[in-house]
């Protein structure tokens, strides 16, 4: 362990000394992220994880992990995924309760894409309380359907980070180019501006495949917001505004 440490260069160990020096202050938080897909979820966690110093356990990025990877979870998953349907409750509730336990989630968690139905709420609720917690607070993403198709068809994504771009929204920056210049180099060489890695668009952000993903959200997942707000801990935000609107939002609920 000693032996690793040293061939860390000593910028990125006092980087992340000072990251754990000012989260030993934060106190522990359980939060869910609910709402369509495209509402905006995965471009809000990465800032939400490093102000509060929790995890970031997306079951979509997870089940494409193992899609990816041919395990036997992502076999079973693929079928479902493809046509925009919901996997099934056991398969989702057993990757969260594994990846509950990291070592980054000891000061709590951002649940992104779950729960999306009731039953995987009252199973996650069946393990908070084994452990003597319980969800703090729920994120409603709401928004208007109509919003989400140039959403989802315009989103280009980093596969390794989850980092997500959009090509009139949200599109990469490099340094020197203005804005038209930064769109055209997207469209034609999709590169991440953090690693200058590739960018991918998902197999399912297609318009045919989002109208079954936004049933899934209506029928099953609905009712999920209905289940926390009669406890009392959901916030509703305005998803359809700028993200740093958006961002404001999100910090006002959870302070
Ligand atoms: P989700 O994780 O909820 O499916 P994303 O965060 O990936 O959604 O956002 C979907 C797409 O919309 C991405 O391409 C992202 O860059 C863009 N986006 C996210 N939030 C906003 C916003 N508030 N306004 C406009 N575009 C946004
Ligand atoms: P997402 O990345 O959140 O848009 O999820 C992509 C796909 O993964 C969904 O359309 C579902 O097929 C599957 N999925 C992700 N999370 C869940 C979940 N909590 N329950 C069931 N299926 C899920």
Redesign the pocket.
């Known amino acids: 362990m000693a032996a690793s440490l040293e061939d860390v260069p000593s910028m990125e160990l006092m980087t992340e000394l000072l990251r754990r020096m000012k989260c030993s202050s934060k106190p522990d938080k359980r939060v869910i992220l609910v709402g369509p897909?495209g509402c905006g979820?995965?471009t809000q966690s990465p800032l939400i994880k490093d102000e509060f110093c929790l995890c970031h356990l997306?079951?979509?990025?997870?089940?494409?992990a193992a899609v990816a990877a041919k395990t036997p979870l992502g076999i079973k998953?693929k079928e479902?995924?493809d046509?925009?349907?919901?996997?099934?409750?056991d398969?989702?509730v057993g990757i969260?309760d594994e990846a509950m336990k990291k070592t980054s989630c000891q000061k709590g968690f951002i649940l992104?894409?779950?729960?999306?139905?009731v039953v995987?709420a009252q199973k996650l609720d069946e393990m908070l309380a084994k452990q003597g917690t319980k969800i703090d607070k729920v994120l409603n993403f709401a928004i208007d359907d109509a919003i989400l198709e140039e959403r989802i068809t315009g989103r280009w994504i980093h596969p390794s980070s989850g980092r997500s771009y959009h090509t009139k929204f949200a599109p990469p920056k490099t340094p020197g180019l203005d804005d038209v210049s930064h769109t055209r180099l997207l469209a034609l060489a999709c590169i991440c501006q953090v690693t200058g890695e590739p960018l991918i668009q998902?197999k399912?952000d297609t318009a045919a495949?989002l109208k079954?993903?936004l049933e899934?959200f209506h029928v099953q997942t609905k009712p999920v917001i209905d289940y926390y707000t009669k406890k009392g801990i959901v916030a509703n935000l305005h998803a359809e505004k700028p993200p740093k609107e958006v961002t404001v939002e999100v910090q006002k609920a959870l302070s």
């Open positions: 897909p979820k995965g997306a079951t979509g990025d997870m089940l494409r998953a479902a995924m046509k925009g349907e919901l996997v099934s409750d398969l989702v969260i992104d894409g779950f729960p999306r139905t995987q998902r399912d495949v079954s993903r899934a």
